[in-house]
């Protein structure tokens, strides 16, 4: 892999990258290929893990002056926020190579520096070739991977022209499926609200006073004996000590007909044959009145013997 960059020196670099940087590692082993020229004097040479002895610091961790130098030898104009740069010194039989950065970015230091050798007339021209196919190489490289992150891209658009319809038909369906719901509770909702107003209208017809609710097995209403007052009872007993024993039967019947009262007709709800029976049998004793005609019997019985003068005249 080559790496071109340009120098703040007016310099042009070529850095063939060999193997990965580890200064932890003191094994003899090349890590890249370095060729500056500056368009009129050619430097080449390899660079090994020893030639980068002047950049071990102990004030900085190994690790991370690795990464670093190989920033600085890749072209990276910065590296974790800190600038880099190279600073080129041209001399008769090498150039030298110094990476600066810049600590909080305004007070640049040296890192380490780098040796490369100038490279002979003689082998000049071999040099410039060699520049001239990696250039080439490399623009080759950068077109072929321009042309499939191009395709790259246009499969990435289709991809996404793709799922935005489907994303579409499915907002779609969804539509539609919440309107069906909607529709269908909102029609169950309607016909339980019918229901219920059916309802109430019934109970509030079966509320009303009179109403015939009953059915074909329904009962008719009970007569209930009506309960005198006492006022009434000590006027019915003075009226009947004032009557002869002649009028006995005629007072009988009037106390039959004072004692028991039929009452008005009552609502009556849908009972079962039993029920309705004992209410029948419930309504139509009277108990009572049947006391009463005892008592006026008794009366009768006494007015026979001569015993009514007596009674009818105490107080």
């Known amino acids: ?15 063939e990258w060999l193997n990965s940087l580890d ?26 893990r020893n030639d980068l002895d002047n950049f071990v610091s102990e004030s900085t961790s190994l690790a991370a002056l690795s990464k670093v130098v190989s920033a600085g030898l890749q072209g990276e104009p910065e590296y974790d926020g800190q600038p880099l740069s190279w600073k080129i010194t041209k001399q008769p039989d090498a150039c030298k190579m110094v990476l600066v950065s810049y600590m909080g970015g305004k007070i640049p230091y040296e890192l380490g520096s780098i ?23 490399q623009c080759l490289q950068y077109k072929s991977a321009k042309q499939a992150l191009l395709q790259r891209n246009q499969d990435l658009v289709a991809n996404k022209e793709k799922l935005d319809r489907q994303l579409d038909e499915l ?5 539609e499926s919440d309107m069906m719901s909607i529709q269908k509770m909102k029609e169950l909702v309607n016909s339980k ?26 009962a008719e209403p009970a007569t209930v004996p009506k309960k005198r007052s006492p006022s009434a009872k ?9 009557r002869t024993s002649d009028d006995g039967n ?6 039959n007909d004072t004692d028991q009262v039929t009452p008005k007709p009552t609502p009556t709800i849908n009972i079962s044959d039993s029920e309705t029976d004992d209410e029948n049998d419930f309504g139509t004793v009277a108990r009572r009145p049947k006391r009463i005609i005892t008592r006026n019997k008794g009366k009768q019985r006494a007015t026979k013997h001569g ?9």
């Open 1 to 15: 892999m080559h790496y071109f960059f340009k120098s703040k020196d007016q310099c042009f670099i070529d850095c």
């Open 23 to 48: 200064l932890a590692n003191n094994a003899q082993l090349d890590i890249c290929k370095l060729t500056l020229n500056d368009v009129s004097d050619y430097w080449s040479g390899i660079i090994t």
């Open 115 to 137: 040796q490369v050798p100038i490279v002979p007339s003689s082998r000049k021209s071999q040099v410039i070739r060699e520049w001239m196919e990696s250039t080439v190489h």
């Open 171 to 175: 907002k779609r369906e969804k539509v």
């Open 193 to 218: 609200k019918k229901r219920i107003r059916r309802v109430m209208m019934q109970r509030d017809q079966l509320m009303k006073p009179g109403h015939p609710k009953g059915t074909k097995n329904d």
């Open 234 to 242: 000590a006027n019915g007993q003075s009226a009947k000590r004032s």
């Open 250 to 255: 005629s007072s009988d019947k009037k106390a």
């Open 307 to 315: 015993d009514s003068d007596d009674s009818d005249r105490s107080p």
